[in-house]
């Protein structure tokens, strides 16, 4: 339902979905946009042409334009995130209050779901965000990161950090050891995932098993944890499961077990390859061979689950940029992907602190700079092969800076 109205010299639309609301002003600048989920929290905002996102944690990444289309984007701080949130609020309170009055009328009226929707937004003050996020962090532990494709998730832990944790790229798990959830624990964090989350529920697309290596959990036990997750959520409304896995134990399932998971919901599984050059993968400490991802890619697609690949651009710097690019186009072009897959492209974010950058550091690498990171996908995507008949997979960028949960 969309409205249309003029409020205090400005145009104002209203927008209610199932699962959200819209409230957005246009004046003679720049338009002023949030959005709300069905609990009432902030969602987006545009303000002044500069976009927010509030993820679940209480955090708002912004991200704006400058020249030559370069995205620029930063983290806010506590002080700033309050701000926009009681802009939000306000904003919501204000409407709320001159529509109660009959100060301002709309036509047509809002209905019942739109006025519910407004009165939660406008409640939701500061201390109802601190509140939030502290229920948050009892519920989560924190998410490290989910493809791009999945970040309105609903994310269920079934298990917690990363089986091998390993990778010297990587510090999302580097603070929890590996753990799988015991089925009463579970059920209690599903429990507690669904009062969370609330009315704003309805906005989550998917289904998501964290962490980042659920799927390494034996088929005998994880079956009985998906019949649970069917007991809490509509599975098949929500869009199905999603989940990560290494691609270097994934051969550990047989064909015939991801049939089982699929028959469950199990969609699509996202693989780290990150490259298909061995010698590179040895030197980022991944645990197998390129063919390892292969193979489990294989035995996913017989069984009907599409996969999501990730190749990391930039990894290995010069010395291994030409094996990089070859290798990779070779191990991609084995996994006969279709259009139901996906190719991500994910650069290499180096930091002082991380272990690959002291690895590289004492190899003496010499990094590739953003534009030839730029260049090395487009070479691997000029290689790679498809056949017409299945169709192309979307290939797309995966600048994990931006993740917001």
């Given amino acids: 339902m969309v409205i ?42 545009m303000l002044a042409g500069i976009s927010y996102r509030r993820g679940l944690d209480g955090k708002i990444v912004a991200k704006w334009q400058t020249g030559h289309d370069q995205r620029e984007r930063r983290w806010l701080s506590s002080s700033e995130t309050e701000s926009i949130q009681e802009n939000a609020r306000m904003t919501a309170s204000e409407l709320l ?33 601190a509140a939030d996020v502290q229920r948050y962090h009892q519920v989560y532990q924190p998410v490290g990161i989910l493809p791009p494709d999945q970040y309105m998730a609903v994310v269920l832990q079934v298990a917690e950090g990363c089986s091998f944790n390993t990778c010297t790229f990587c510090t999302f798990y580097k603070d929890r050891r590996f753990r799988i959830k015991s089925p009463d624990e579970f059920h209690a964090h599903m429990h507690a995932v669904k009062d969370f989350l609330g009315g704003g529920l309805s906005l989550r ?10 799927l390494v959990i034996p088929t005998p036990r994880l079956l009985p944890l998906l019949e649970m997750v069917h ?13 990560f896995l290494d691609g270097f134990s994934g051969d550990k399932k047989s064909s015939r077990e991801y049939a089982a998971l699929s028959k469950f919901g199990l969609k699509r599984v996202y693989i780290g390859l990150e490259s298909g050059h061995d010698p590179l993968l040895r030197f980022l400490r991944k645990p197998g061979k390129a063919a390892d991802a ?4 294989h035995a996913m697609k017989e069984a009907g689950v599409s996969v999501g690949v990730i190749v990391l651009l930039g990894a290995g710097g010069h010395r291994f940029a030409a094996d990089h690019v070859t290798d990779t186009i070779a ?7 279709d259009a139901d897959d996906l190719v991500y492209f994910s650069e290499l974010i180096e930091s002082e602190g991380l272990e690959y950058t002291r690895d590289a550091h004492a190899a003496a690498l010499q990094p590739l ?21 299945r169709g192309i997979p979307h290939i797309s960028r995966y600048d994990i800076r931006e993740f917001v949960y």
């Fill in 4 to 45: 249309l109205a003029t409020w205090r010299g400005q145009t104002l639309t209203l927008s209610t979905k199932p699962n959200c609301l819209t409230l957005s002003l246009q004046g003679s600048g720049a338009s002023t946009v949030f959005s709300f989920d069905g609990e009432g929290r902030l969602w987006t905002a």
């Fill in 97 to 129: 209050a001159e529509l109660k009055s009959g100060e301002l009328r709309l036509h047509p009226g809002l209905d019942s779901l739109g006025w519910s929707f407004l009165e939660k937004a406008a409640a939701f003050d500061a201390p109802r965000y």
């Fill in 205 to 214: 697309r998917t289904l998501f098993l964290g962490d980042a290596n659920a």
């Fill in 231 to 243: 007991q809490h959520f509509d599975v098949e409304l929500l869009g199905g499961l999603y989940a």
């Fill in 294 to 297: 292969v193979q489990a890619v």
């Fill in 331 to 337: 191990a991609l072009n084995q996994m006969n992907l």
């Fill in 369 to 389: 700079s953003p534009e030839e990171r730029l260049v090395q996908g487009q070479q691997i995507e000029q290689g790679l092969q498809f056949d017409p008949l």
